[in-house]
């Protein structure tokens, strides 16, 4: 069985797909079977990405395709080590199923309240269909300042959860590597890059833990 990452929120424009595409190919790199499930079969935000990543001969390999359904992803799940799924930037009732059948629900949010207020809308409504916090991912993206990174953290931890530790800075050099099929993560960007980085490897560690967790009867 592969293991499973879905990336939810209430709203778009928080960084979800950003933090899926840079999973995905974190993965690739470490040379796992990846796939990214769009299921946002209107945007298609991973589909356009997956499509201008297979012009670089240097880029890891991610199998990249959108789906009407959760169900529809998991068609061929046995050939794959890691299945990501990106789901809309809104809550639909097969958010439910498709958190259920995760390993790690990623929760992004930006630093403004507008965001973070409907997040923890969100991690409440996730642990109230049974989503233990050990699932549970909040990561902080588009940050502009660093102060801006603290006042996300108190309110994050004012509401009983914890970011992990790092954060996506909003850069223009990310959104140009994005297009042109790159992640975050390979990017050229000196210490620029450390809090992203940094936050990658956080969620790597969530990931696996709860594996680890699981295979050995402790995980949910």
Same mark, same amino acid.
Not at 102 to 114: A, Y
């Given at each position: 069985?592969? /293991?499973?990452?879905? =990336?939810?929120?209430?709203?778009?424009?928080?960084?979800?797909?950003?933090?899926?595409? @840079?999973? &995905? &190919?974190?993965?690739?790199? *470490?040379?796992?079977?990846?796939?990214? @499930?769009?299921?946002?079969?209107?945007?298609?935000?991973?589909?356009?990405?997956?499509?201008?990543?297979?012009?670089?001969?240097?880029?890891?390999?991610?199998?990249?395709?959108? $789906?009407?359904? =959760?169900?529809?992803? /998991?068609?061929?799940?046995?050939?794959?080590?890691?299945?990501?799924?990106?789901?809309?930037?809104?809550?639909?009732?097969?958010?439910?199923?498709? &958190?259920?059948?995760?390993?790690?629900?990623?929760?992004?949010?930006?630093?403004?309240?507008?965001?973070?207020?409907?997040?923890?809308?969100?991690?409440?409504?996730?642990?109230?269909?049974?989503?233990? #916090?050990?699932?549970?991912?909040?990561?902080?993206?588009?940050?502009?300042?660093?102060?801006?990174?603290?006042?996300?953290?108190?309110?994050?931890?004012? &509401?009983?959860?914890?970011?992990?530790?790092? $954060?996506?800075?909003?850069?223009?050099?990310?959104?140009?590597?994005?297009? #042109?099929?790159?992640?975050?993560?390979?990017?050229?960007? *000196?210490?620029?890059?450390?809090?992203?980085?940094?936050?990658?490897?956080?969620?790597?560690?969530?990931?696996?833990?709860?594996?680890?967790?699981?295979?050995?009867?402790?995980?949910?």
């Amino acid at each position: 069985m592969p /293991l499973i990452v879905s =990336f939810v929120s209430q709203k778009g424009g928080v960084g979800k797909s950003t933090l899926a595409r @840079a999973l &995905a &190919a974190v993965g690739a790199t *470490g040379k796992l079977k990846v796939k990214l @499930a769009d299921l946002d079969i209107q945007q298609q935000t991973a589909v356009r990405w997956g499509k201008a990543r297979k012009q670089r001969a240097s880029a890891s390999y991610v199998e990249v395709g959108a $789906f009407r359904s =959760f169900e529809d992803a /998991l068609d061929d799940s046995e050939a794959f080590d890691l299945i990501i799924v990106d789901m809309p930037g809104h809550t639909s009732p097969s958010t439910g199923r498709v &958190a259920r059948a995760s390993h790690v629900v990623v929760v992004p949010t930006s630093p403004t309240i507008d965001d973070l207020y409907p997040t923890v809308l969100l991690l409440h409504a996730l642990e109230e269909i049974g989503i233990t #916090r050990s699932r549970l991912a909040v990561v902080l993206c588009r940050v502009l300042e660093p102060s801006e990174e603290k006042i996300a953290r108190d309110y994050i931890d004012a &509401a009983g959860y914890e970011l992990l530790p790092g $954060f996506v800075p909003e850069r223009a050099n990310y959104r140009s590597a994005q297009n #042109r099929g790159q992640a975050i993560t390979e990017t050229i960007d *000196g210490s620029e890059n450390e809090s992203a980085d940094l936050l990658i490897e956080s969620l790597l560690r969530k990931i696996a833990g709860q594996s680890a967790g699981m295979q050995n009867g402790k995980g949910d």
